[in-house]
């Protein structure tokens, strides 16, 4: 953080200076020393908790060279790291995204400071991944989402009765408003947050996606591609190759981040490109009504942590990154592409994320022999059907806005 302080882990969220920065962990283990568990616990030396579950059905992403894309690409060191279901190779996150990295240590974290109940603001991925995550750590929860989130709210596993509480808003409110709710619902109910980009538990599990492929790469990969909404994903990557680069066997070069937005909405694409380190009120110029025609909706964050310090902008400038606006023509090419080529289906921010790799090899943004990580973050949904009775999640209360009465909602959280 910037001030520079080392304090302990009370499930801060901040530094009591103030400064806006955020909090990373800092590790007793230096050496990047992967265990043989097929979960993301195998990492559990770079993961803030302390007694981590011996047997969980917690997945990991997967990391695998391709053959059919990399062709088609014309690249010979391309790897996708797969986040979802794809039984054939072992690939078992049950919520088909790798927001089911976050929420674990999240939750076992929270536990171990004695917290019983988190809240979540969610456009459906991070809720879906929070609320399968009840079923394995037996923990509660309170999701508060848009209501274009709903048909993403569902659970493999049979949640607990009143484990997992759902407040949605109606039609009309985007995923800023659900955000601007909850912390409502905080500060008013004092029902704890789950911190979102500032919380550790959540940027390092999420980092796991990036040690996967260092494991299988064997080396810090040169170059490395994901869609972002917040940006969280992308933070983590850079974190989880700073700390890799200390060990001093895997390289000692940053990878260049290249992250890719909806071209309709891609206020981190503007900032960038301007060199901002600040995003500004005509960034954000869609209105939230039409939020929900986007491509990737789950991309669409109007406060992401792009200018505090250890964000986006920063994780850019020290990479000497790249951030690309993809429309929805592009995006859905992309996915005919990875269906065709990979044979796996894929959700929409893949997609924009294969778009911005297919952009960066037609100018030249990268080397046909360079190493390449592209994070596939979000795929298996067709085979989650086919093999399981996806429960949706049903809401306890649907409120207009965010300044709905804070009594009614207690009333309806009781």
Partial sequence: MSCGRVIEDNYNFSCSCRNPSFL??????????????????????????????????????????SKGLCKELGLKQLYIAFNGYWPEKEAKIFTGTFKGLEAPPTIIRAKEKGIKEILIATAGNTGRAFAEATVNH???????????????????????????????????????????????????????TEG????????????????????VIGEIPRHYFQAIGSGTGGIAAWEA??????????????????????????????????????????????????????FAEVLANRTPPYSISGGVYDALSETNGNMYSVSEVEAQSAMKLMADTEEID??????????????????????????????????????????????????????????FSSEKIQEALN
Wanted: aromatic letters at 6%.
């Fill in 24 to 65: 990373r962990t800092n590790y007793s283990k230096t050496k990047f020393n992967p265990t043989n568990e097929n979960t993301l616990w195998r990492f559990k030396n770079w993961l803030p908790v302390n007694n981590p579950p011996t047997k969980s059905d917690d997945g990991k992403t997967v990391v695998y060279k």
């Fill in 138 to 192: 037996n923990f509660d929860i309170v999701i508060v989402a848009p209501q274009s989130a709903r048909n993403r709210l569902w659970t493999v596993g049979d949640i607990s009765e009143n484990s997992v509480k759902l407040i949605t808003m109606k039609s009309g409110n985007d995923y800023t408003d659900a955000i601007n709710l909850g912390a409502k619902i905080s500060d008013e109910l004092g029902v704890e």
């Fill in 196 to 215: 979102g980009a500032k919380n550790v538990a959540r940027r390092d599990g999420m980092g796991t996606c990036f040690l996967e492929g260092i494991n």
């Fill in 241 to 294: 190759a700073k700390r890799v680069i200390t060990d001093g066997r895997f390289g000692k070069n940053l990878p260049v981040l290249h992250l890719s937005q909806n071209k309709r909405f891609a206020p981190m694409v503007t900032a960038w490109t301007n060199r901002r380190d600040k995003i500004i009120e005509e960034d954000l110029s869609l209105p939230s009504k039409d939020m929900v025609t986007l």
């Fill in 346 to 403: 894929i959700i929409p921010p893949a997609a924009i994320a294969i778009a911005s790799l297919i952009q960066a090899v037609d100018c030249k943004n990268i080397n046909s022999n360079e190493t390449i990580l592209l994070n596939i973050t979000g795929g298996g949904h067709k085979r989650l059907n086919e093999n399981f009775d996806l429960k949706p999640i049903q809401p306890i209360l649907e409120v207009p806005d965010s300044n």
